[in-house]
C-alpha cells in the first residue's frame, strides 16, 4: 500500500508541478504586459511550492478522510500553492479581475481575507483556479491556489508563521492579540502609501 502511494505521488508531483508552470507562466505573462501598458508592474515577485506528501496526508487525516491518492486529487485544493507578492492593494484586485474574466482559468473558490481578515490577522486574497494542462492522454484540469497579497501582509504573514510556530518561546494570547494590532496597523499602511502613488490627500483617521 506505501509501495502504492509512493509510486502515484510521484504522478501526481508531476502533474501539479506542470499545472504551477503554467499558472506562474501566466501570471508572469500579465505581469510583463501590465508593466509595457503603464509602466508599473502590479507584482513584486512570485513564490510557488508543491504540498509535501507529510503536510497533504495531515490535511486529509484533519479532514476525516484516508490518505489515498484518489483523495487527494479529490479533496486537497492546494497541491500545487503560488503566492503572488502584489506592490499595492489594488494591484491584487486588479489581478483577480482579470482572473476571473479568464475563459482559460475558471475561478473554483475565492475567499477574501483582506475585506475579511481571519482571527489570527492574516490577510490575503485566496483564489483556487482551475489550470488546464496539456498531456500525452489530452487536457487535464487542476486546481492551483493563488495566495495574492502585498509586501506588508506578506511580512505580517511570514513573521506571524514564524513566532506562533518556529520560535522556542510559547506563544501567549498576548502575543496573538499584538500580532492582530500588527495586521490593523499594516492594513493602514498599505491604504496609505496606494494613496501617496495614487497621488490622492492623505485621510486622517479619528
Ligand atoms: P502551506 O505550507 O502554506 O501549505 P486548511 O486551514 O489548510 O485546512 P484551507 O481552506 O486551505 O484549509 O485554509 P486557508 O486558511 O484558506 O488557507 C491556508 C493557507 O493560508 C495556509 O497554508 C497559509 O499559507 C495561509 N494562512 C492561513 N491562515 C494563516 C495565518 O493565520 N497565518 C499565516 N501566517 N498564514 C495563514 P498552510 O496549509 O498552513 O500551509
Redesign the pocket.
Known amino acids: 500500500e506505501q509501495r502504492e502511494l509512493a509510486q502515484g505521488m510521484v504522478r501526481v508531483n508531476h502533474l501539479y508541478r506542470s499545472a504551477l508552470k503554467v499558472a506562474v507562466t501566466q501570471m508572469e505573462i500579465l505581469d510583463e504586459e501590465f508593466a509595457s501598458l503603464y509602466d508599473h508592474s502590479p507584482i513584486h515577485h512570485i513564490e510557488y511550492?508543491i504540498?509535501t506528501l507529510e503536510?497533504i496526508s495531515d490535511?486529509l487525516r484533519?479532514?476525516g478522510y484516508d490518505v489515498t491518492i484518489d483523495n487527494i486529487y479529490a479533496y486537497i485544493?492546494?497541491v500545487a500553492?503560488i503566492?503572488v507578492i502584489c506592490n499595492y492593494l489594488d494591484d491584487i484586485y486588479y489581478l483577480r479581475s482579470l482572473l476571473t474574466r479568464s475563459e482559460s482559468f475558471k475561478v473554483l473558490r475565492e475567499?477574501d481575507?483582506i475585506q475579511q481578515p481571519?482571527?489570527?490577522?492574516?490577510r490575503?486574497l485566496?483564489l483556487i483556479i482551475d489550470v488546464p494542462i496539456v498531456i500525452s492522454e489530452g487536457t487535464l484540469h487542476l486546481p492551483v491556489?493563488i495566495?495574492l497579497r502585498t509586501i506588508a501582509m506578506d511580512m505580517?504573514?511570514?513573521l506571524?508563521?514564524e513566532l506562533?510556530y518556529k520560535s522556542d518561546r510559547n506563544f501567549s494570547d498576548s502575543d496573538a492579540a499584538r500580532l492582530r494590532l500588527c495586521s490593523e496597523a499594516i492594513s493602514e499602511i498599505d491604504r496609505e502609501m496606494q494613496d501617496i502613488y495614487q497621488g490622492k490627500e492623505p485621510s486622517y483617521h479619528e
Open positions: 511550492r504540498k503536510s490535511k484533519r479532514r485544493q492546494d500553492g503566492r475567499v481575507y481571519k482571527e489570527s490577522g492574516y490575503s485566496h491556489e495566495q505580517w504573514a511570514s506571524e508563521h506562533r
